[in-house]
């Protein structure tokens, strides 16, 4: 009898658990899917409206000026007054950033873009932080299980990017609706994960005292800074997202030579993280700690990146070659692709037994800080090495090796870093 009786409680837990991903997956993969329709056409947004290849990273500049500037803000609004309700603003405040793209008005494109910065940090702090505390809060589920969700919420992500690519280049190349066709598609998802967050998800109850804005971040810095383990995590997340952030810029350019189908290349890249992501699930079932997988993810990056880096210097060496050479190129991105698929559910299981419940959001939103400066800095700089007298191709070929060399090196500090990081294993979770 004592055995059915926990039989019994074990399906009950089981079936809650897969209740919980379900009410988070609902909402969060719409939210993802939107983002994701944006991804192939907006430098071509920005490109056919007649902005220059420096105005255009201008634009990109703003977005990631704007999550830095207000991403902690949002971070720990979050924590403060509630992450459904943030999660609900970022389909409101997403859909307007879409809308802005039906407009020429440079200034309106940059409205939109600063809107979208702002909506990028609710995506990639508040959605995440909400699951892990009804994970381990309410319900109390073992921690080692938060692996399987991040790791099905990138693989069911790679299936939704794919998904979103050949959506919107049937919208753009086949059915000639343009370029803005992806994100007005994008708005109705977004309104229906606002709505589905509403009324599938309860608010997170977390216990932050009386403390105010003020005194709540700093606490977060303190936190940050008197804790090893979160200082070279959020570091390593900072580092390799600012490599990928300065890749999604780059790689249209760089495969212009080509005239591709943006949106089967952007599809291209998401079955790539699907692999990844599938690479991670199977290596974690075999004993290999997130710790060692962020490590092969990290040194798979590097390798894709030199390799770029030579490969841009070649086909600025051999200009007769740049068929053959972009085609090199889109093979190695593909490759980095595998690498940002083991990435996210590594760093993100990293995140849940690292930072503290009560801060959770803003912590996770103040690691963007260095990664949107790194970013910014990044993008100015391509910005003015333009040869704007010069062909379009051998330009971003000069201009893309020094970038890749560039993130060549961030990768390097960001792997020393990741060898250095070791949890405590006596302990799930560090407590600042």
């Known amino acids: 009898n004592y055995a059915l009786i926990n039989e019994g409680k074990f399906h009950e837990r089981y079936e809650k658990f897969h209740e919980l991903q379900r009410q988070f997956f609902a909402v969060y993969f719409l939210a993802t899917f939107s983002d994701w329709l944006q991804g192939p056409y907006i430098y071509q947004v920005y490109s056919n409206y007649g902005y220059s290849e420096p105005q255009i990273a201008l634009l990109y500049v703003s977005g990631f000026f704007s999550s830095m500037v207000f991403g902690t803000g949002v971070g720990m609004l979050a924590d403060k007054f509630g992450r459904k309700r943030l999660c609900i603003a970022y389909s ?21 873009r600063i809107l979208g910065g702002v909506c990028t940090s609710i995506l990639f702090s508040t959605f995440e932080a909400w699951y892990i505390y009804q994970h381990v809060q309410k319900y109390h589920f073992p921690h080692e299980c938060i692996n399987l969700t991040l790791a099905k919420a990138t693989f069911y992500n790679g299936v939704l990017a794919i998904g979103a690519g050949v959506v919107s280049n049937v919208a753009v190349e086949w059915c000639n609706w343009g370029p803005v066709s992806p994100f007005m598609i994008a708005v109705p998802c977004l309104l229906a994960s606002g709505v589905l967050a509403k009324y599938l998800w309860e608010e997170n109850n977390i216990n932050t005292g009386s403390l105010t804005i003020a005194s709540y971040k700093c606490t977060d810095m303190r936190s940050i800074f008197k804790t090893p383990n979160l200082l070279k995590l959020g570091f390593i997340q900072s580092l390799y997202e600012s490599v990928m952030y300065t890749f999604v810029f780059l790689w249209t350019p760089v495969l212009e030579p080509l005239k591709p189908p943006l949106g089967i290349v952007f599809s291209c890249y998401m079955l790539c993280i699907m692999i990844g992501s599938s690479i991670y699930s199977f290596l974690i079932a075999n004993k290999y700690t997130s710790e060692k997988l962020l490590k092969y993810s990290l040194i798979t990056a590097l390798v894709s990146l030199v390799l770029l880096a030579g490969t841009m210097k070649l086909m600025h060496i051999y ?16 490759f980095y692709e595998l690498s940002v698929g083991m990435y996210f559910p590594a760093v993100g299981y990293l995140r849940s037994q690292i930072i503290p419940e009560e801060y959770r959001a803003s912590i996770a939103s103040l690691y963007r800080v260095p990664m949107n400066i790194f970013t910014c800095l990044s993008l100015f700089w ?4 333009a040869h704007v007298d010069k062909d379009f191709a051998l330009d971003t070929a000069i201009s893309s090796h020094k970038a890749f060399v560039t993130c060549s090196a961030l990768l390097v500090v ?18 600042v």
């Not at 039906?102 to 409205?111: A, D």
């Not at 200009?319 to 593909?334: C, D, K, M, N």
């Not at 960001?414 to 560090?430: F, H, N, P, V, Y």
């Open 319 to 334: 200009p007769l070659s740049i068929g053959e050479y972009t085609q090199l190129a889109f093979v190695l991105f593909l």
């Open 414 to 431: 960001s792997l020393i870093l990741c060898k250095m990081l070791r949890r405590d294993a006596d302990t799930e979770k560090i407590i």
């Open 382 to 385: 391509l910005k003015n090495v």
């Open 92 to 112: 409101a405040l997403y859909a307007v950033s879409c809308l802005t793209k039906l407009s020429p008005n440079f200034v309106i494109l940059l409205i939109g």
